[in-house]
């Protein structure tokens, strides 16, 4: 009896270490920092509180602009040139998270969705139709800005439901509710969204999985939001002319 009590003292130790690793790591897990690949023609700096945000754009007299949040280890910088020649009649703004590029600080959800409420503050004034695209990652990103500021339009790129979720999934052993910090819990700012939204889900997302990227689209309200299902997985290549496109189509629904 003694040695099972000890053997099971040993497993509840070693349970409640890999729980704390696992609290103390999970924005490693979340995050990946990448540097820019191509310097910024035209960068925008983001003084905020903690970091200084650096935004790659490409500036138009336009009242129409396109804002870019990437993916968790993805260097937008790479897409200025694409996006820029999809979208000719706007403004490109592609956001390098906090760590990533030549942006300072620490990434996190509350310091994310802060920093793109800064830079959409900061240019809405200079355009009127403001287009929100996120993709993966981003999409967290996005669903919150587009549920506290007025869009012309939001897409989401392999979106989820929520980190929480995903991650419970992903480590069902462990108890994330309560260990997550930040959980981008899309589905629920998802109904206070009225904005066109197009979800783009990719059909063998072995990341995200359909089911997450269904209950988001659940959780709008109806009308709000169309589900297009495209071939490919999560990190399939997406031309942005593709994204074009299919904005265009959406807008004479």
């Known amino acids: 009896m003694r040695t099972l009590l000890t053997v099971a003292a040993y497993l509840l130790a070693g349970y409640c270490l890999l729980c704390l690793l696992l609290y103390l790591l999970q924005r490693q897990l979340i995050y990946f920092p990448v540097t820019a690949q ?18 790659s754009r490409q500036t138009r007299d336009s009242q129409q602009a396109l804002l870019y949040f990437g993916g968790n280890a993805e260097d937008v910088s790479v897409s200025l040139p694409e996006f820029a020649a999809a979208f000719p009649n706007h403004a490109i703004y ?54 506290q500021r007025k869009v012309a339009q939001l897409v989401l790129i392999t979106p989820f439901d929520s980190l ?6 992903q480590f069902p052993l462990f108890p994330v509710k309560w260990l997550l910090k930040d959980s981008y819990k899309s589905v629920e700012y998802a109904p206070a969204i009225n904005s066109p939204t197009l979800l783009l889900v990719a059909e063998q997302d072995e990341i995200i999985g359909g089911a997450h990227s269904e209950a988001l689209y659940q959780a709008f309200a109806p009308g709000v939001a169309t589900l297009i299902r495209y071939s490919g997985n999560h990190n399939s290549y997406l031309p942005a002319t593709q994204l074009a496109d299919w904005l265009s189509v959406a807008a004479t629904q």
């Open 164 to 169: 929480r979720a995903l991650a419970a999934k």
């Open 94 to 147: 592609l956001m390098h998270y906090r760590g990533y590029g030549g942006s300072t600080g620490k990434p996190s959800e509350q310091a994310l969705v802060a920093d793109a409420l800064a830079l959409y503050d900061k240019i809405q004034s200079k355009h009127s139709e403001i287009t929100v695209v996120g993709r993966s990652l981003g999409s967290g990103v996005a669903v919150q800005l587009a549920a």
């Open 38 to 55: 191509l310097p910024p023609t035209e960068p925008l700096l983001l003084q905020q509180a903690n970091a200084s945000v650096l935004v």
